[in-house]
C-alpha cells in the first residue's frame, strides 16, 4: 500500500503528438525534443509522451534496428539531465529476441529509472510484441510512478497492483485509437469514460498522452490526451485533432485507498438463455406481482431484496451482490466475473456522476450486466457489457426491465485477438507474484 506521505505539488505536462509513421522518426524526433525542453522550461517536472513514439507505434514488417531507439534515449537522458525533469515516453524496446511495447521513465538526474512493458496487448500488437512479465511501480525524484501502457487502462487490477504497491501517480503513454464512425466525435472508452475512473477509484492522479491524426493509413487516433486529479476531476483536456501541449499541477501523497474486503467466489456456470428482469429502486408494493406479469419477466430485484429473491435471480443467472465498498475498489466485481458471473446488482448511495459512470466502467471492462439501485433518489438502471444504459427509472416510472443476453457476456473479444477475460486473469496472476 501506499505509505502516509505528506501531500505535494508538482506540475505536469503532456505532449500530445500528431502520428508519424515509423520512417519519418528521425525527421519529426527534433521537434519532439525541443516540445520537452519547452515543457520543462515552463515548469513541468514530469513530462509525458504517447505510446510509440520511439520509433512508432505500428512497427509494421521491416527488420527492426534498435539504434535509432537507443540513440533516442540517450538524448532523452541528456534532456532530463539538463532539465532536471522527469520523462515518461512510449518506445519499443528489445530484450533478447523479443520487443515490447514500453514506457520508458527517465529520472531528473538523467539515469533510467526503470521500464513498464505493456500487459494487455490490443489487437495488431501481438504481431510484433511480447506481453510484459512484471507488475511493479516506478520510483523517481518526483515520487513512485504507476507506469501504464494503452490497454492496460482497460484491465481495471492492473492499475489497482500498481498503486497498492506504491505508485502515487497513474502515468500512460497511450495510442487510443477511433473507429472514426464520427468524424467530428473520435470515440474511445478510455479516453471517454474509463480513466476517470482508474482515477477515482484509487485516488491518485492520472496523466495519459495520446497522438492524434491517423499513422499508416489505417490506424486513427482520437487524441484527447489528459490530466486527471485523484478525485476523478478532469483537470486538462487535449482536443481530439491538435498537436497540443497540456499543462497542470497535480497532488501526490495522499493517504493509501482503503480496499474492499474480497471474496474467493466458486466457479459458476453462466446462463445460456435470455432472460428477462425488472428492477426497482423501491420496495414491492401491493401493485408490484401485477407489473410484473405485465412486463413478462422472469426474475427481478429491488431494494432490500429477501434472500429467497437474491437466490431466485442467483438461480436463473449467477448474480453478484455488492455494495459500494465493493464496487470502487477495481477487483470488487472482478473477482466475480473471472469465477463466470455475468451479472452485479449494486445497492448504491454513491453521487449520481460517479453512480452511472462507475456502473457503465465495470460492466464495459467486465463484460458483463451491472444493475444500480440508488433508494435514495429512487433511481434504478442497467448497462450492458458495452456501457449502454439499457433500462432506467425515473418518477413514476417506478419498474423498469431488460433482457439480458448471456450471448453478450460471452463476447469477451474486444478486438481482434485481445480477450477480455484472458487480460484479466493474466493481470491477476502477475499481481499475485511479485517480481
Known sequence: MNSLKRPREIAVAVLQLRAHDREAFPTVWPSVLQRIERAAACGARLVVLPEGTVPAYVIGYEPYDPSR??????ELRELARRTRSVIVAGATRQDGGRLYNGALAIDGDGSVAGWADKQFLWHFDRQWFSAGERLEPIRTQIGTIGALVCADGRIPTIA??????????????????SSGRNAHSLENVQADLLIRVRAKENRVPFVAANKSGVERGCVLYCGKSQIVAADGTLTALASQDGDDTLAAKVELGQPAVQRAHLPAPSSRTGCVRSIRI????????????ERLRILEVQASIAPGASDAARAALDALVPTAFVDDAAIFDPAGVEV????????????????????????RARAIELRMYVVA??????RACAADPDGAIVCGTFDGYELASFTLDPS?????????GTDVLAGLERAHDLAERRN
Do not use: N
Open 278 to 289: 425488472a428492477i426497482s429502486a423501491i420496495e414491492p408494493t401491493a401493485a408490484t406481482p
Open 69 to 74: 531507439t537507443e540513440r533516442a534515449i540517450e
Open 160 to 177: 489497482r497492483a500498481l498503486v497498492d504497491r506504491g505508485a502515487e501517480i497513474l502515468v500512460m503513454p497511450t495510442a487510443w485509437v
Open 336 to 359: 466475480y466475473r473471472r469465477a463466470g458471473y455475468q451479472l452485479a446488482v449494486w445497492e448504491t448511495r454513491a453521487d449520481a456522476v460517479w453512480r452511472d459512470e462507475v456502473m
Open 373 to 378: 439501485i440508488d433508494v435514495e433518489r429512487r
Open 408 to 416: 453478450r457476456t460471452a463476447q469477451t473479444h474486444v478486438a481482434p
